[in-house]
């Protein structure tokens, strides 16, 4: 389908050619072609303009987008739906379009929040889907939401199931782990200690909470020493 006209002029409007040429580089999946190069605040404040309006309305139904940024775009219009229903299902439609790590982790609804339970729920289901961006969304949201009071260890043994040969995978699920030894340590530890994660993900995953600042340097110590040698 057709980009929405006046959406796709707006976009155009905001290029930056230099910023396009970063963003190229960090996305070696996306097509060079359909990268607009629009910062993410434009993005953003774009949305809390259209955000509710009939044109908005007509954009999120207008799918696939032709621009990366359409996509981003989409991602934080989701974010302005306050129903939770309404949130997930967009996200359900939305969700086997994007071809992206950087759209799909700048998605977070913060409806979404609220509701821990039909968020979980969706999160099993996204888990379990055979496009590679939804299941990292799903890594994703219970990366930002179940690794603090809402924790169990059931959940960080389901995302070490997942398989890791997918790049955009292995990145996810090494940062997963590499938050829960930040927030979940004790539990999170036999992971490493008893290696039950594939080597280049555990490596990933120490190097990862080596350089985070919300791990204390004994435990980043004691990780060093965990790392497998090829």
Same mark, same amino acid.
């Given at each position: ?20 040429t970063f963003?190229?580089?960090?996305m070696?999946?996306v ?6 190069g629009?910062?993410?605040?434009a ?11 009939k044109? #908005? ?22 974010e302005k ?7 997930? #299902? #967009? ?9 992206n ?32 961006y939804?299941v990292r ?13 809402r ?25 997963y782990? #590499?938050?829960?030894? +930040?927030?979940q ?23 990862? +909470?080596?350089?985070?600042?919300r ?16």
């Amino acid at each position: 389908m057709t980009e929405c006209t006046s959406i796709q002029a707006r976009l155009l409007s905001l290029q930056d050619r230099d910023y396009r040429t970063f963003q190229c580089r960090l996305m070696p999946t996306v097509d060079p072609s359909s990268v607009i190069g629009v910062r993410t605040p434009a993005l953003r404040k774009m949305a809390a303009e259209l955000a509710g309006t009939k044109e #908005a309305e007509a954009f999120l139904s207008d799918l696939p987008h032709r621009y990366y940024e359409a996509n981003n775009l989409h991602a934080f219009l989701v974010e302005k739906i306050r129903d939770v229903e309404e949130c997930l #299902a #967009a996200l359900d439609t939305f969700l086997p379009y994007v071809n992206n790590w950087a759209t799909c982790d700048s998605m977070s609804p913060p409806v979404l929040k609220k509701y821990p339970k039909r968020l979980l729920s969706a999160i099993r289901c996204w888990m379990e889907a055979p496009h590679v961006y939804t299941v990292r969304f799903g890594i994703g949201m219970l990366m930002r939401h179940f690794l603090d009071d809402r924790f169990d260890p059931a959940y960080s043994a389901r995302v070490a199931t997942v398989p890791t040969d997918e790049y955009y995978l292995h990145m996810m699920v090494s940062w997963y782990f #590499a938050t829960a030894l +930040a927030k979940q340590y004790d539990a999170t530890l036999p992971y490493f200690t008893e290696y039950r994660l594939p080597r280049h993900t555990h490596n990933r995953a120490i190097s990862k +909470a080596i350089e985070s600042y919300r791990v204390p340097q004994g435990h980043k110590d004691f990780l060093k020493t965990l790392r497998i040698k090829r």
